[in-house]
């Protein structure tokens, strides 16, 4: 499969890339037992590859396998064990100030997967009366509740690079990634995250078999997976936010404890990033973004809520690589 960031236009982000992203060797494999709950500069990568490798890293669900029928009871989840990521995995040239390129290749979920919610949970957790479990069987691409089929969409709900400074809790989200939890991070996209520590060290996991925006109740369809990526290295082009690549648009990851600041910071960044790749005044990239990007709510129910500038590519005058790397070149 051709890297979306190889698609068009921008030779010298284009050039780097292609020595970075190249194909083929052998297939590392990260188990799901070598987790973290925290994105820490100070962790010890369990695995280590070249840019242009493929890993495969073995997630357990969100809930840690804790729940997994109706009989479980959410009140009884050990919550330190909440969201495990698989990892970290260092990658090779990658410092601070670089972005770490992470191309999604594959998903494979599990046959099943878990959705629950009660008193205090998610957004409307005041009007829940009791706990629930809810037993999602999947199969043939299709999530049943009851006898109602939802097309299955896989997707990452936690990934991220170590951060500058403390470590951060895997359940929550900011500028080094983390629990974003974003329905589009799937198969063809890449994700462009900004690094702080040497090597990067990339985990994953909390992968949804399912998830509408929001997430109102606290869960999606968890489900432990098999995740299949492609790391890559963009030197000196670290986005402010994380940013993805899909095939029709980009979108600028904002993550914030109130959902409002979270929105006006990911439309500013969506403004900023049109008027340099487009070479416009801050008024004309302005009025361009009202017509044309959209600014959408990820996730609403993590300690950092997620907001997302949506830019389609079509504004883009070059591909997403070379776009990040004329920003750094021009300050």
């Known amino acids: 499969m051709r890297s979306a960031m190889l698609e068009r236009g921008g030779r010298a982000a284009d050039a780097t890339l292609c020595t970075s992203m190249r194909k083929g060797g052998r297939v590392k494999s990260i188990s799901a037992d070598r987790c973290v709950y925290c994105f820490d500069p100070g962790a010890r990568a369990v695995e280590q590859v070249a840019p242009g490798e493929v890993v495969t890293f073995e997630t357990e669900d969100a809930l840690g396998g804790q729940v997994q029928t109706v009989a479980d009871a959410p009140e009884s989840i050990d919550f330190s064990r909440v969201n495990p990521a698989t990892g970290p995995l260092a990658v090779e040239g990658a410092a601070s100030g670089d972005a770490l390129c992470v191309e999604v290749l594959r998903i494979e979920a599990a046959a099943h997967g878990v959705a629950l919610t009660g008193p205090g949970m998610g957004l409307l957790g005041s009007e829940a009366a009791r706990h629930s479990v809810r037993v999602l069987p999947i199969w043939s691409g299709v999530v049943w509740f009851d006898d109602l ?5 896989p997707m990452i709900g936690v990934i991220g690079v170590a951060p500058a400074g403390t470590p ?46 929001g997430e ?3 869960t999606g369809c968890e489900v432990a997976a098999s995740v299949t990526v492609r790391v890559g290295v963009l030197k000196g082009c670290a986005p402010a936010w994380p940013l993805l690549e899909t095939r029709d648009a980009v979108y600028i990851l904002v993550s914030r404890p109130r959902i409002g600041d979270a929105l006006r910071e990911a439309a500013s960044q969506g403004v900023r990033f049109i008027r340099q790749a487009r070479g416009l005044s801050f008024e004309d990239a302005y009025i361009l973004s009202s017509l044309a990007m959209d600014v959408r709510v990820s996730q609403l129910v993590d300690p950092s809520k997620t907001a997302k500038a949506v830019i389609p590519k079509r504004l883009l005058p070059y591909s997403v690589s070379d776009c990040l790397l004329r920003q750094h070149t021009s300050g």
């Open 216 to 218: 109102i109740c606290i």
């Open 168 to 213: 951060k809790a895997t359940g929550t989200a900011g500028r080094h990634g983390g629990n974003l939890d974003t329905k589009e991070l799937g198969v063809g996209t890449m994700l462009y995250l900004p690094v702080s520590q040497q090597g990067a060290l990339l985990a994953l996991g909390d992968v949804h078999a399912v998830m509408a925006d």
């Open 149 to 153: 089929g939802l097309a299955a969409a």
